[in-house]
T-cell receptor
């Protein structure tokens, strides 16, 4: 089992561009979570998805951010019109069910110039 | 509201010395507590969870509901224990998202 995969590992964008972050959960896992880690801070929950459904998006900024987990393919976290404050490490995690331990990917480090 | 506090940002101990990484939480319900560890250049990985009550790599953690703490302990630190440690809380009902502390960087001095 290859574990949770995220790509790209590093992403550089200019202000105003779009950033797309991809996450493939562990085999057999149908629950995906996205977290953001700003410098010198802990991970902060953003969104929790199951296949084709957003279960909890209480941690997502109201504008410019969206997430999906289609029936086929990876989960996508999309940030439109990026600003410098979006620079952070974005981590994806997956779990087999709706409770218990989560398994993390290596993260995508987004830098907005 | 849920909150996880790790009061020590940095902790250094000598090899062979006992180590304790502190974690306090606030939550009105009955939470599930975890410790995650991130070694250099590796991904965040689960170290242990309170419901399993097991010892991993010599580490243990006991949930103290009276003090709302979940401190991580090891009697004899090893150099390979040097890493970033995060305490996390999950609600047992409702959403399954984790609430993380800000982490403690442990350095074991040879």
């Amino acid at each position: 089992n290859a574990g949770v995969m995220q790509n790209p590992r590093h992403l550089v964008r200019r202000r105003g561009q779009e950033a797309r972050l991809r996450c493939s959960p562990m085999k057999g896992h149908s629950h995906v979570y996205w977290y953001r880690q700003l410098p010198e801070e802990g991970l902060k929950f953003m969104v929790y998805l199951q296949k084709e459904n957003i279960i909890d998006e209480s941690g997502m900024p109201k504008e410019r951010f969206s997430a999906e987990f289609p029936k086929e393919g990876p989960s996508i976290l999309r940030i439109q019109q990026v600003v410098r404050g979006d620079s952070a490490a974005y981590f994806c995690a997956s779990s087999p069910g709706g409770a218990g331990a989560q398994y993390f990917g290596p993260g995508t480090r987004l830098l907005v110039l | 509201a849920q909150r996880v506090t790790q009061p020590e940002k940095l902790l250094s101990v000598f090899k062979g010395a006992p180590v304790e990484l502190k974690c306090n939480y606030s939550y009105s319900g009955s939470p599930e507590l975890f410790w995650y560890v991130q070694y250099s250049r590796q991904r965040l990985q689960l170290l242990l969870r309170h419901i399993s009550r097991e010892s991993i790599k010599g580490f243990t953690a006991d949930l103290n509901k009276g003090e709302t703490s979940f401190h991580l302990k090891k009697p004899f630190a090893q150099e390979e224990d040097s890493a970033m440690y995060y305490c996390a809380l999950s609600e047992r009902t409702g959403a399954n998202n984790l609430f993380f502390g800000t982490g403690t960087r442990l350095t074991v001095i040879p």
